[in-house]
T-cell receptor
Framework: GENVEQHPSTLSVQEGDSAVIKCTYS??????FPWYKQELGKRPQLIID?????GEKKDQRIAVTLNKTAKHFSLHITETQPEDSAVYFC??????????????FGQGTILTVHP | EAQVTQNPRYLITVTGKKLTVTCSQN?????MSWYRQDPGLGLRQIYY???????DKGDVPEGYKVSRKEKRNFPLILESPSPNQTSLYFC?????????????FGQGTRLTVV
């Protein structure tokens, strides 16, 4: 089955700096890569996703890049703000059969943005 | 308001006492699943359902049961809870079972088994 590794486990930045979180996956059949943000005590919520037919996707201050050959994808947050502080999870999902909807998550990254 | 609703939010129980965590979605989603969240391990899938009466094991199904008698409801049953099932549980739903779409999560249920 799919295995997703996420690094770093914690990340501390100053407000205004950029933050980068990296994930690798094992199943070359995976074709959907969402990122979820979980604020303290809250539920995970989708912030951005990318499919395997694109290499990069951007939404305001956040962007995701995908390298299918190397089987890794990254989340980039620019101009970080204190409200970006949260746990971020990457996930991967292979296509086909009963695998649709079955997200395999990384271990999570605790991002702290210091004012 | 479109949402996934779990109950209860918090539960403390004793080893061996059967319990059910309910999950309901009002978005007519086909796909529903249960995850547990443990520190350093991320979210791990327990069971999933692709539609009514169609359920299957996820990555960590031992000690859990589910049912999907109606499209909107997907309860998680712990027949004989043990301390290693102490965790934060999330129910999630997605629109389609045969396409990758956004997963919407419930508020979470923090379970403690003593």
């Amino acid at each position: 089955g799919e295995n997703v590794e996420q690094h770093p486990s914690t990340l501390s930045v100053q407000e205004g700096d950029s933050a980068v979180i990296k994930c690798t996956y094992s199943d070359s059949a995976s074709n959907y890569f969402p990122w979820y943000k979980q604020e303290l005590g809250k539920r995970p919520q989708l912030i951005i996703d990318i499919r395997s037919n694109v290499g990069e996707k951007k939404d305001q201050r956040i962007a995701v890049t995908l390298n299918k050959t190397a089987k890794h994808f990254s989340l980039h947050i620019t101009e970080t703000q204190p409200e970006d502080s949260a746990v971020y999870f990457c996930a991967a999902n292979p296509a086909g059969g009963t695998s649709y909807g079955k997200l395999t998550f990384g271990q999570g990254t605790i991002l702290t943005v210091h004012p | 308001e479109a949402q996934v609703t779990q109950n209860p939010r918090y539960l403390i129980t004793v080893t061996g006492k059967k319990l059910t965590v309910t999950c309901s979605q009002n978005m007519n989603h086909e796909y529903m699943s249960w995850y547990r969240q443990d520190p350093g391990l991320g979210l791990r899938q327990i069971y999933y359902s692709m539609n009514v009466e169609v359920t299957d094991k996820g990555d960590v199904p031992e000690g859990y049961k589910v049912s999907r008698k109606e499209k909107r409801n997907f309860p998680l049953i712990l027949e004989s809870p043990s301390p290693n099932q102490t965790s934060l549980y999330f129910c999630a739903s997605s629109l389609l079972a045969h396409s990758n779409t956004e997963a919407f999560f419930g508020q979470g249920t923090r379970l403690t088994v003593v």
